[in-house]
């Protein structure tokens, strides 16, 4: 099966001019199919902050009432994705930018009512592998925003993580796919003082083991979950690192295995 690549990128590495610029060029110097996932929950809080609206996330994710959906589908479909676009387009890489409303390519459904209220939060439903691959095959490289939609005319906020997950899960059909969670520390770290300590790998049973000792929490947890659903569900290999890992001079960083 022919190798595909997909990459996800935090919003701290969005925040930082520098570092996005860096992690741009190494994408574009990624052979091989690939397709980029990228956050920027961090400037959608900020801007939210701006214009008087307080955020509030709940387990990693955001409670997105019908203001925040306005805000987060101007900062991620339109600020945060076109910037992106257009910076890799200055790369030579061909870069189309998509919400899973275009192409139809993720369907969601809003998260029912539980105990908590998400308000416009979509749970992926349905990825159109077939239609992305037409995207690639066309040697464009699509680059995802963390919106979808639920084929009924609404607009759903979805994790990015999320996203790109059941993108490689949808896609793994077709193709032997990777995820690369690029983030800016240089893996899973074992102590939060030392930038070094990568635990290299991951597996059910350390995963167990370092959620017991507490030395995984907050927003990394719903990211192992990610990796660990992609992995039961066809994708090949699923790294956590920091952009350098797309080097092959980089191998500190932390490989997520069943
Ligand atoms: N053991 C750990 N090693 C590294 N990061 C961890 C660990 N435990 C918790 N984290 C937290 O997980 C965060 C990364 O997850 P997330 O908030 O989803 O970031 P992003 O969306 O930017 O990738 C880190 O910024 C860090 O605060
Ligand atoms: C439902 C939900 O929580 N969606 C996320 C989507 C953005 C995201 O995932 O951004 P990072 O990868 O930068 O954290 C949010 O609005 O924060």
Do not use: W
């Amino acid at each position: 099966m022919e190798k595909l690549s997909i990459i996800k990128i935090g919003g701290n590495i969005i925040e930082d001019e520098t570092s996005l610029h860096a992690f741009l060029k190494l994408f574009s110097n990624l052979e091989g199919k690939k397709i980029l996932v990228h956050g920027g929950g961090k400037r959608a809080t900020h801007i939210a902050n701006k214009l008087g609206i307080e955020s509030k996330m709940v387990n990693g994710r955001r409670i997105t009432d019908a203001e925040t959906l306005e805000i987060i589908t101007m900062v991620y479909g339109g600020l945060i994705n076109k910037n992106m676009v257009a910076k890799l387009q200055a790369l030579q890489v061909d870069a189309i930018g998509l919400t899973g409303a275009d192409i139809n390519s993720i369907q969601s459904e809003k998260r029912p009512v539980k105990e908590i209220d998400f308000g416009f939060v979509g749970d992926v439903k349905k990825v159109a592998s077939n239609s992305i691959d037409k995207l690639i095959k066309a040697g464009f490289t699509p680059v995802f925003c963390a919106i979808t939609h639920d084929g009924k005319g609404q607009l759903l906020n979805t994790n990015a993580d999320t996203i790109a997950s059941t993108i490689a899960v949808g896609m793994s059909k077709t193709y032997d796919t990777s995820i690369y969670y690029c983030f800016e520390l240089n893996g899973v770290l074992r102590d939060f003082n030392d930038k070094n300590s990568v635990v290299k790998n991951i597996d059910t049973t350390s995963y167990k083991e370092l959620l017991d000792a507490k030395i995984i929490t907050d927003g990394m947890i719903p990211k192992i979950d990610n990796c660990f659903d992609a992995l039961n569900n066809g994708v090949s290999k699923v790294h956590i690192g920091n952009t350098s890992m797309l080097t092959k001079e980089n191998d500190n960083f932390t490989t997520i295995t069943l």
